[in-house]
Each structure stands twice: as structure tokens, then as C-alpha cells.
Nanobody
Framework: QVQLVESGGGLVQAGASLRLSCAAS????????MGWFRQAPGKERELVAG????????YYADSVKGRFSISRDSANNTVYLQMNSLKPEDTAKYYC?????????????????WGQGTQVTVSS
């Protein structure tokens, strides 16, 4: 059973940085795609970053390209989302997700496992 636990959210000012962590258990990164989604109040959950390390595939939403980066620490089975130059529009609950497969789909229904989410609030 795959379990995902996010941490690292908080309240920051615009322009600041945050690093979110997703501690994974029950699988190894080599066989799964890992993704970070976010959901703001009244909006749909959207994929902001995804990666399949075994294939070298990476996805970033246009709104975060150049500011966010997804990485991993295999020894600790942890995936990170480094968020720089944060903007008020980045305010959302951020979720870690995992799926077995060779693509990084943007649809939430294509992902099998989810964490509980961590709140990120960016003040102007």
C-alpha cells in the first residue's frame, strides 16, 4: 500500500521560497510517476509538477515554470517541491500524488495515490 505524507507548507510573503516534502512508503520511485498538485478555493485541482525518474520525463505547468522544481531523495524516499519567487496566486493546498505508468497525466482521475495535502498561503 502506497502512503504519501506531505509537509512544509506555511504562510510566507510574496517573493519568498518554500520547500514542500512528500514522504513516500510502499513503493520505489523507479516504478512510479510522482506529481504535485494544488487546489485553490473554488478552483479545480491542477498538476503543477510531475516526474518519472526512470524515464527522465518531467512536467511543469506554465504558471510555475522557472520558479518550481521537483526533486527527490531516494535514500529517504522523499519527493520535494522547491517553490521560489512565490506569488499570491500560488496560494492553495498542495497535494503529493503517485501513479504507476509511463506518462504524467494532468487529470486527477489518472493518479492512484494521494497525500492529505499541505496549505501554502502567500501574502502580498
Amino acid at each position: 500500500q502506497v502512503q504519501l505524507v506531505e509537509s512544509g507548507g506555511g504562510l510566507v510573503q510574496a517573493g519568498a521560497s518554500l520547500r514542500l516534502s512528500c514522504a513516500a512508503s510502499g513503493h520505489t520511485f523507479g516504478s512510479y510517476a510522482m506529481g504535485w498538485f494544488r487546489q485553490a478555493p473554488g478552483k479545480e485541482r491542477e498538476l503543477v509538477a510531475g516526474r518519472i525518474w526512470s524515464l527522465g520525463s518531467t512536467y511543469y505547468a506554465d504558471s510555475v515554470k522557472g520558479r518550481f522544481s521537483i526533486s527527490r531523495d531516494s535514500a529517504n524516499n522523499t519527493v520535494y517541491l522547491q517553490m521560489n519567487s512565490l506569488k499570491p496566486e500560488d496560494t492553495a493546498k498542495y497535494y503529493c500524488a503517485a501513479r504507476r505508468g509511463t506518462v504524467i497525466p494532468t487529470s486527477t482521475t489518472a493518479w492512484n495515490y494521494w497525500g492529505q495535502g499541505t496549505q501554502v498561503t502567500v501574502s502580498s
